[in-house]
């Protein structure tokens, strides 16, 4: 019978920053004593909420309890850029796309995670700010982003795929900046607030009678005939558990040594003003991905917390899962000058926030699926494309814990295992010097 101490626990550095600008949410309360479920989910993201949902629609009757260590928002679901992408989009390729088959398979999985987190949208009322399918842009600043671009539309002409190529003053229409040379715009990605998104799904799936017990992480899992999943002050015993913590499987005792775990880094600017506005121009919402993966990412939002830019950039691979204040301190002068080189009209605005997201990648860029003990089940390591993914393997685990197959299940669940890593100092070298390398060469991309 499996016994399992919790390892560490979610260390999450700066602030959330997509849930600073909204107002405080209600608390949902931590788990406070023993309680039984039918089912039991931990983690309260985009798989342990796509979980939920999924399992609400097929057991209405059946008692669902969902853990989530931190409050729903500050962990990774509220630390993204808020792109739920459709196409291919792997962040270890030197670009976008790869072979046309392989990518229309993960297109059709991704579309049917947006058509399902659409679903929870419309099902929420969660509004246009939450969830909007408004497509989204490849972005380029140089010659060589120009030919990724081309390159990367020739492939979607390939693959059938939608498409339309918007020049450099197409680009400073949409964005206000004419640091840009070219973009490549895709109709089917959805652009979230993704603090706003998942707080209204949790909001929603309460109301349907799953309960949800915020700041109460499982620092214990065991099973003796029905698992039994403690908390500081409480503990849940249920016949299934689905794990939707990503690259925390490996503290509860699976996949070790198959999970790199990477950091990425954001900043967003305090709120502009009606003069900051003017000067900048461009449309009031938009959402670039650079032409070179390991460049930046810039949106342009415009809600509840004001009209502010969000810049994202730098990786780092940290096995501890941990990074220090002082890491966020110094990837924020890289975001500075990201933001000084694009928007050099909005001198003298400051960045309010800063912050870091935990991603979980395998070596062959699979996901860490499946049944791994009798009644757990784990939906984790989402591969740097946690919107989508998360909410694809959320769903489809639950649907794989009841019993009930598709095509789509056994098409992603025909993927093979995530590899063995090196051992860890390898690891953490050889990951952080190709980071590093790619980083360089993106050159004005980042």
């Given at each position: 019978?499996?016994?399992?101490?919790?390892?560490?626990?979610?260390?999450?550095?700066?602030?959330?920053?997509?849930?600073?600008?909204?107002?405080?949410?209600?608390?949902?309360?931590?788990?406070?004593?023993?309680?039984?479920?039918?089912?039991?989910?931990?983690?309260?993201?985009?798989?342990?909420?796509?979980?939920?949902?999924?399992?609400?629609?097929?057991?209405?009757?059946?008692?669902?309890?969902?853990?989530?260590?931190?409050?729903?928002?500050?962990?990774?679901?509220?630390?993204?850029?808020?792109?739920?992408?459709?196409?291919?989009?792997?962040?270890?390729?030197?670009?976008?796309?790869?072979?046309?088959?392989?990518?229309?398979?993960?297109?059709?999985?991704?579309?049917?995670?947006?058509?399902?987190?659409?679903?929870?949208?419309?099902?929420?009322?969660?509004?246009?700010?939450?969830?909007?399918?408004?497509?989204?842009?490849?972005?380029?600043?140089?010659?060589?982003?120009?030919?990724?671009?081309r390159d990367y539309a020739a492939h979607l002409d390939r693959m059938g795929e939608a498409h339309a190529w918007l020049d450099a003053a197409q680009m400073h229409e949409m964005t206000g900046t004419g640091y840009y040379s070219s973009g490549v715009h895709t109709p089917g990605t959805a652009m979230i607030?993704?603090?706003?998104?998942?707080?209204?799904?949790?909001?929603?799936?309460?109301?349907?009678?799953?309960?949800?017990?915020?700041?109460?992480?499982?620092?214990?899992?065991?099973?003796?005939?029905?698992?039994?999943a403690e908390t500081p002050t409480g503990r849940v015993t249920a016949p299934r558990v689905i794990l939707a913590v990503n690259g925390h499987a490996e503290s509860f005792g699976h996949f070790r040594g198959r999970l790199l775990h990477v950091f990425t880094y954001a900043s967003m600017t305090r709120a502009?003003?009606?003069?900051?506005?003017?000067?900048?121009?461009?449309?009031?919402?938009?959402?670039?991905?650079?032409?070179?993966?390991?460049?930046?990412?810039?949106?342009?939002?415009?809600?509840?917390?004001?009209?502010?830019?969000?810049?994202?950039?730098?990786?780092?691979?940290?096995?501890?899962?941990?990074?220090?204040?002082?890491?966020?301190?110094?990837?924020?002068?890289?975001?500075?000058?990201?933001?000084?080189?694009?928007?050099?009209?909005?001198?003298?605005?400051?960045?309010?926030?800063?912050?870091?997201?935990?991603?979980?990648?395998?070596?062959?860029?699979?996901?860490?699926?499946?049944?791994?003990?009798?009644?757990?089940?784990?939906?984790?390591?989402?591969?740097?494309?946690?919107?989508?993914?998360?909410?694809?393997?959320?769903?489809?685990?639950?649907?794989?814990?009841?019993?009930?197959?598709?095509?789509?299940?056994?098409?992603?669940?025909?993927?093979?295992?995530?590899?063995?890593?090196?051992?860890?100092?390898?690891?953490?070298?050889?990951?952080?010097?190709?980071?590093?390398?790619?980083?360089?060469?993106?050159g004005r991309e980042m």
């Amino acid at each position: 019978m499996g016994a399992t101490t919790v390892s560490r626990l979610p260390v999450d550095p700066g602030p959330a920053a997509w849930n600073e600008i909204l107002p405080p949410p209600a608390p949902a309360g931590a788990l406070d004593g023993p309680t039984t479920a039918d089912w039991l989910i931990v983690g309260g993201g985009f798989a342990g909420l796509a979980a939920a949902r999924r399992l609400a629609q097929l057991y209405p009757g059946d008692r669902i309890v969902l853990l989530e260590a931190r409050r729903i928002g500050q962990g990774p679901a509220g630390r993204n850029t808020g792109f739920m992408i459709d196409l291919p989009h792997d962040l270890s390729s030197d670009d976008y796309g790869g072979a046309v088959d392989s990518d229309r398979a993960q297109t059709r999985a991704n579309r049917a995670a947006i058509d399902f987190a659409a679903g929870m949208a419309a099902e929420f009322e969660l509004g246009d700010e939450a969830f909007t399918r408004s497509g989204k842009t490849n972005a380029a600043a140089t010659e060589k982003g120009d030919r990724h671009n081309r390159d990367y539309a020739a492939h979607l002409d390939r693959m059938g795929e939608a498409h339309a190529w918007l020049d450099a003053a197409q680009m400073h229409e949409m964005t206000g900046t004419g640091y840009y040379s070219s973009g490549v715009h895709t109709p089917g990605t959805a652009m979230i607030q993704p603090a706003l998104f998942v707080r209204g799904v949790a909001a929603g799936l309460a109301s349907n009678r799953v309960r949800i017990h915020e700041d109460s992480p499982v620092v214990r899992l065991a099973r003796h005939g029905d698992w039994v999943a403690e908390t500081p002050t409480g503990r849940v015993t249920a016949p299934r558990v689905i794990l939707a913590v990503n690259g925390h499987a490996e503290s509860f005792g699976h996949f070790r040594g198959r999970l790199l775990h990477v950091f990425t880094y954001a900043s967003m600017t305090r709120a502009l003003t009606g003069d900051e506005v003017r000067r900048l121009g461009g449309q009031p919402r938009w959402g670039v991905t650079p032409a070179d993966p390991m460049g930046t990412t810039v949106r342009r939002i415009a809600g509840q917390g004001g009209d502010r830019i969000v810049v994202r950039n730098r990786f780092t691979c940290d096995p501890a899962m941990e990074v220090s204040e002082a890491r966020i301190a110094r990837v924020g002068r890289a975001h500075d000058r990201a933001f000084a080189a694009r928007f050099p009209m909005l001198d003298g605005v400051e960045m309010q926030y800063r912050w870091g997201g935990r991603l979980c990648l395998s070596r062959n860029g699979v996901p860490a699926l499946g049944e791994v003990e009798e009644g757990l089940f784990s939906a984790c390591c989402q591969n740097g494309l946690g919107t989508a993914k998360g909410t694809l393997h959320g769903m489809l685990t639950a649907d794989l814990a009841s019993g009930r197959g598709s095509a789509l299940l056994d098409e992603v669940m025909a993927q093979p295992a995530p590899k063995p890593l090196p051992p860890r100092p390898l690891t953490w070298l050889g990951a952080n010097a190709v980071m590093r390398w790619g980083e360089f060469r993106a050159g004005r991309e980042m």
